[in-house]
């Protein structure tokens, strides 16, 4: 079994900085591509950034410039720095991973979520 647990999640003011991590446990060989989500009362979870194995990275453009995707693969860990964040940041944020996994001698991958961490950012 494989868990993906998010956390760094915080109430703070406008301004001011958080730092997400998305870890990966259990059986697993490794995560491909990871991705972060928001999502805010009543909206649609919205992709925020994304990393692929070969480190590319992606934003959306409501973040662009003030958060940053990083991955540490030895500790099978996604963290997404976050500065100047703002009251529209509001939300739980979500990381989505591909995860690797050896089935006997099959190499297997599926997508994994976490269960969520609320990030909170007052005016």
């Known amino acids: 079994q494989v868990q993906l647990v998010e956390s760094g999640g915080d109430s703070v003011q406008a301004g001011r900085s958080l730092r997400l991590s998305c870890a990966a446990s259990g059986n697993l060989r490794k995560m491909n591509g990871v991705d972060w989500y928001r999502q805010a009362p009543g909206k649609q979870r919205d992709l925020v950034a994304s990393i692929t194995s070969y480190d590319k990275r992606t934003y959306a453009d409501s973040v662009k410039g003030r958060f940053t995707i990083s991955r540490d693969n030895a500790r099978n860990t996604v963290h997404l720095q976050m500065n100047s964040l703002k009251p529209e940041d509001t939300a739980v944020y979500y990381c989505?991973?591909?995860?690797?996994?050896?089935?006997?001698?099959?190499?297997?991958?599926?997508?994994?979520w976490g269960q969520g961490t609320q990030v909170t950012v007052s005016s």
């Open positions: 989505k991973a591909q995860i690797v996994v050896l089935n006997g001698t099959r190499i297997d991958q599926y997508d994994l």
